[in-house]
């Protein structure tokens, strides 16, 4: 049964590494065994279940409970046992395909469809494809059905009472069709159901296996399980088998444009009957079921038909027809049937593991194709059928849906309506609203104006009031800072009288000073040379009294020179700050600015003047210390 046991690891016991966990039956796949089982490599969370009659099922694996997986198809549903028919149209891209699991398909092989699934009582043997696409005829065991081909599904519109049938051919302009019973072959008015005497042909003396009608439709090539070839006319006299060879049974036959008949069989051997008498053959090794050639007559196909052996596709060169061919693997058993797109550029095989391969045809050389379908005569049609109950049945749905639509439409006109004089008389009050709305913006735009022109009247008056007060000011400012600059001069001669007067203290002090050192320094070379008479023992009184003059004179020399600083640095700080005071008083008028500069200049120069002078007297100083300091040496 197609069942799904699933297991978990177990860790604790070695004897039994895994424990079942549950298990899920495949709904409609009871009487099914399970082929094989596979896990999404990348996700790992869906399981992919490959059964006997050729199905795929899918489920994911996230689910709590296994009883809750849900299986359903991966793409679509496929035969489950040997295809038996396989036919293509000329107007739409689908095929048509019947099998021993009593179902007829058709498929889009542009989308790779499954559009159309049919199930039946009986095991369908063999069908053919209306060129037009509207119509299958598939044969039974008792009987043969013409059906219509809908969007979604078959209907049968006749059944003609033909036993056996395992080969149907529609002639290429789908008039006629012809149908193997047994050993005749019944040739049909497809668009009456007629079939005339004359359109019964008689002369296999054993079942009939392949019809193939000539390019102008004028009669068909046969073969059958008696090692014949016939070709049949459909107006004037048939002879006799173009072919025969007892003992052969022949699977399918074909005729070329160049009126070469190719015939395969059980032998294994491709039968090339140009005329009667004049008959090649070419070993092909395997026994060959169906052959095929392409529209442009290029290629020819063939499908392996070995019991037991995988069905593989032949593509044979056929210009010329030498025998050399390339050998494809796609059935994993024999191949049933073979048919080419009517462009060439797709080849269709099924075969009896129930599989339908669709293969792209590519030449090396784009000569060998016939014809892309960019260069079709006609492009695909888009037609499809309909009876007349559903076509009455939507123009019902049609008129409903158009009387709704204008019903709506009345009521979305009277809402519209509605709406537009709402809105109109919202517009209008709107429009009053902004007559109001301007009207006070007037007002207040002329009430904005007179009062502009009073400001500026107020303006205009305040601003001459303003000037008259900043002129009086202005010149009241001016008096202020000449009587400042006037006192500030005066200040200024006094500051410099004092500064006379200092400096002449000054030189008074140092001269002072110089001449108290130069008295001192007479006495002190009268008591040297006094005592340089006495004897050694006073010399030590004598460095005593050396030591005691050095240290006070040190102490004046320092006393002095921090007066000298004192003065000095009180004078700048006091220079400084008065030109500090000076400076503030200038800024405030520009012209008096220059005058305070150049006052400042010449005191400056004064100033530098006096240091000038009282680096003299450092340097005085020092020279006169350094004297000192060599009657010093001298004593010693």
């Known amino acids: 049964n197609a069942g799904i046991y699933f297991f978990e690891k177990n860790t604790d016991d070695h004897k039994n590494p895994y424990i079942r966990t549950g298990y899920h039956q495949i709904k409609d796949a009871e009487s099914v065994k399970v ?18 009659n050729n199905q795929m099922f899918k489920a994911q694996l996230n689910v709590e409970d296994v009883k809750d997986m849900k299986f359903t198809l991966l793409t679509y549903d496929f035969h489950s046992n040997a295809i038996t028919g396989l036919d293509l149209c000329v107007r739409k891209p689908l095929v048509a395909t019947c099998g021993s699991d ?20 009986d095991e369908a043997m063999s069908l053919a494809f209306h060129p037009s696409g509207f119509h299958l005829i598939v044969g039974f065991a008792d009987k043969v059905r013409l059906m219509n081909v809908f969007k979604n599904e078959l209907k049968v519109f006749k059944d003609i009472p033909i036993k056996g049938c395992r080969e149907i051919q529609f002639c290429h302009g789908g008039h006629l069709f012809a149908a193997a019973s047994g050993q005749n072959i019944h040739v049909f008015n497809f668009y009456t159901g007629e079939n005339p005497p004359n359109m019964v042909f008689k002369g296999h003396e054993s079942k009939v ?42 699977n399918s036959v074909l005729k070329a444009p160049s009126g070469t008949v190719y015939a395969v069989g059980s032998d294994k051997q491709i039968k090339e009957i140009i005329s009667g008498s004049e008959k ?26 070995e019991n037991q052996k995988p069905g593989a596709i032949r593509c044979y060169n056929f210009a010329p027809f030498t025998g050399d061919y390339t050998e494809i693997q796609g059935h994993s058993q024999a191949v049933t049937r073979i048919r080419i797109s009517p462009d060439d550029g797709h080849l269709f095989s099924s075969g009896q593991d129930g ?15 016939k014809k892309d379908k960019e260069d079709m005569a006609l492009a695909y049609s888009e037609e499809i059928l309909t009876n007349k109950e559903d076509l009455e049945r939507l123009q019902e749905e049609i008129d409903k849906l158009t009387s709704k639509y ?3 439409n009345e009521i979305n006109a009277k809402q519209i309506k509605l709406k537009t004089e709402k809105n109109k008389r919202t517009i209008d009050r709107l429009n009053s609203e902004i007559e109001r709305v301007k009207e006070e913006a007037d007002d207040k735009e002329r009430q904005l104006v007179s009062r502009k022109e009073e400001i500026k009247s107020m303006y205009r008056d305040k601003s001459s009031q303003l000037e008259n007060t900043q002129n009086r000011e202005m010149q009241r400012e001016r008096l202020r800072n000449k009587e400042k600059l006037e006192d500030e001069q005066r200040r200024y001669q006094e500051l410099n009288e004092q500064k006379e007067a200092e400096e002449g203290e000054f030189k008074r002090q140092m001269e002072e000073l110089r001449e108290e050192h130069e008295r001192l320094l007479r006495e002190m070379e009268e008591e040297h040379e006094l005592e340089m008479k006495k004897q050694k023992e006073d010399t030590e009184s004598c460095k005593s009294q050396k030591e005691r003059l050095k240290d006070e004179h040190a102490l004046k020399r320092e006393d002095i020179e921090n007066k000298a600083e004192d003065e000095i640095n009180k004078i700048k700080v006091k220079n400084n700050a008065e030109l500090n005071e000076l400076s503030n008083q200038v800024r405030t008028n520009r012209g008096d600015l220059r005058v305070t500069k150049n006052d400042l200049r010449t005191r400056q120069s004064e100033i530098d003047k006096l240091k000038r002078e009282i680096k003299k007297k450092e340097d005085d100083l020092k020279e006169q210390l350094e004297e000192n300091k060599a009657l010093k040496e001298e004593i010693k």
């Open 35 to 52: 082929r094989a089982i596979i896990r999404t490599p990348n996700t790992e969370d869906q399981i992919i279940v490959t059964l006997e």
């Open 280 to 305: 090649y053959y070419k070993d092909a090794g395997c026994m060959l079921g169906q052959i095929a050639l392409s529209k442009s007559g290029n290629i020819f196909f063939a499908g392996l038909a």
């Open 102 to 121: 009593r179902t007829v398909r058709v498929w889009n092989y542009y989308e790779k469809a499954l559009e159309i699934k049919e199930s039946f009582q």
């Open 355 to 369: 599989s339908l391969m669709i293969f792209r045809v590519k030449a090396k050389d784009d000569s060998l194709l």
């Open 209 to 250: 296996t392949s019809i193939a009608w000539f390019d102008d439709d004028s009669g068909f090539a046969s073969a059958g399980w008696n090692g014949a070839v016939y070709l049949w006319k459909l107006q004037g006299e048939n002879k006799g088998p173009l072919f025969l060879q007892k003992g052969i049974n022949l």
């Open 406 to 408: 204008n019903e709506q």
